[in-house]
């Protein structure tokens, strides 16, 4: 979860000092060092996050951010209520491992350490890509998400977005930023059946988030409730998109600037790196 682990003493040093702070009235938000910078954040009086950072020169509401998507990324997996209303630390440490792959990831970001270029934990906003087939993929879509009695759906390749739904793109920023990384840092093999929780639109009442691999980098996801079961959607995803895998196959000649080949091939190297 840490790129580094701090020494044990340091996190009930910044705990202890935030602490105190509370007891006179004072919420201490961030403070910097010569070498170092520190944010802290809690939440629903039960969770307190601590952000340290180098030497590198961030604003402290990109930090602040940061730690808001840290703290959705537990929610998003673990539920509100599970998360702040336990008493029993170890469960909780147990209960949260399996956000680890999420963590790291935005905090790989945060450095600019992560093999994956992205910058959505900056802008809340998903990463997209256009393919030039773009319209027969929601065509698609539409006609898979109704068959799966599923008004919450897209189509993702990498962690980003190729098609959605109108109830998908009408997710909270921080849903849309979160859902897209959920899928890119997990391994999934043929189809997967995962529970989660939406941190704005659902944070107590899971959804089932059914993932099927299409192509070797495209993924069909819905957002489900007790119905259909995981073979149903295999079967369907089958069917639906059989007709369209030359077109599925084809975006995958968009990586990795997620640009289509023709218009590549005009852009100056100065401008695509």
């Not at 209520?81 to 209960?95: A, F, V, Y």
């Not at 997209?128 to 539409?142: G, T």
């Amino acid at each position: 979860m840490f790129l580094f682990q701090p020494a044990y003493a340091l996190i009930g040093s910044l705990n202890g000092v935030h602490v105190f702070g509370e007891s006179h009235g004072v919420t201490l938000c961030s403070t910097r060092t010569k070498n170092s910078s520190f944010t802290w954040r809690t939440y629903h009086d039960s969770i307190r996050l601590v952000l340290i950072r180098g030497s590198e020169v961030v604003a402290d509401s990109c930090d602040s951010r940061l730690l808001d998507l840290m703290f959705a990324s537990l929610v998003l997996l673990l539920g509100l209520d599970n998360l702040t209303s336990g008493t029993n630390i170890e469960r909780l440490k147990r209960d949260i491992r399996p956000s680890y792959l999420l963590l790291d990831e935005l905090l790989s970001r945060a450095v600019n350490s992560s093999d994956n270029l992205g910058f959505s934990h900056l802008t809340g906003c998903a990463e997209c890509v256009i393919p030039p087939d773009q319209h027969i993929l929601q065509s698609e879509l539409e006609k898979y998400a109704e068959g799966v009695e599923s008004s919450c759906a897209c189509v993702m390749m990498n962690g980003q977005v190729v098609s959605g739904t109108r109830s998908f793109w009408s997710l909270s920023h921080t849903e849309l930023v979160l859902l897209p990384l959920l899928v890119a840092t997990n391994t999934f093999s043929a189809a997967r059946d995962l529970p989660i929780y939406l941190p704005d639109k659902s944070p107590n009442v899971p959804f089932r988030m059914l993932v099927v691999k299409l192509t070797g980098h495209v993924y069909a996801i819905t957002l489900c409730g007790p119905t259909p079961t995981l073979t149903e959607i295999i079967r369907s995803a089958s069917s639906s998109w059989a007709p369209v895998y030359q077109v599925l196959e084809s975006i995958t000649t968009l990586l990795p600037w997620n640009i289509a080949p023709g218009l590549l091939s005009q852009i100056d190297h100065s401008v695509i790196g």
